[in-house]
């Protein structure tokens, strides 16, 4: 399965289609009940996605999509937690339909990337990413990756009138 899954750079030609899949026709829109759903981000429009990812994410080496069976099934990203200091790098990822939840691609798209930023950044020991305690996915993924969950934050991520954890995982470039 592994040689099905495949990171690659946004291209112009690819927008649409991304977004179709994560908030047009195609998509189920399940990501957003997992992908920090707190904060309540939009759905986007075409527009609002186009003008937004026109600029920031084509060739961008800081986003790349997942591609399955040479189709897009998500995303993965990544961002400086401190900014121009450029020491602490941290990783998301989202598989937009739920179809693709459980087989396994998430865990091979977001090694592939973890292994991709490591050579990008030589510099960096570290690598992580932060999720809550309602994403057990995510924590699935974190703990078959050899990750080490590195913090919780208890009970600071309220949604649907509870509170949840934070959590934060990490791996060192030496134990990937």
């Known amino acids: 399965m592994e040689q099905n899954i495949k990171l690659k750079f946004v291209e112009e030609k690819d927008i649409k289609q991304w977004w179709e ?21 939009p759905v986007q429009t075409w527009e609002e ?8 994410a084509i060739n961008n080496p800081m986003r790349k999509l997942i591609l399955y069976n040479d189709e897009i099934v998500g995303e993965v ?5 401190d900014g121009k200091l450029k020491q602490w790098l941290e990783v998301g990822i989202v598989l937009f ?5 459980g087989h396994g691609i998430g865990t091979i ?23 809550w305690s309602g994403n057990i996915g995510m924590e699935i993924i974190g703990d078959k990756l050899g990750m080490t969950k590195e913090g919780v934050i208890r009970k600071v991520r309220y ?3 509870k509170y949840y954890d934070s959590i934060k995982y990490g791996i060192l470039r030496n134990e990937i």
């Not at 990203?77 to 937690?81: F, L, P, Q, T």
């Not at 592939?112 to 960096?124: N, R």
């Open 21 to 41: 899949k994560k908030y047009g026709s195609q998509s189920d829109l399940n990501w957003m009940q997992y992908n920090g759903p707190y904060f309540k981000d």
């Open 49 to 56: 996605f186009h003008d937004s990812n026109k600029a920031k």
């Open 77 to 81: 990203s990544a961002y400086w937690e």
């Open 97 to 101: 339909d739920s179809n693709s939840w």
């Open 109 to 131: 798209a977001l090694r592939q990337w973890i292994i991709e930023m490591f050579e990008l950044f030589s510099y960096l020991p570290h690598i992580g990413f932060t999720t």
């Open 159 to 161: 949604w649907e009138n």
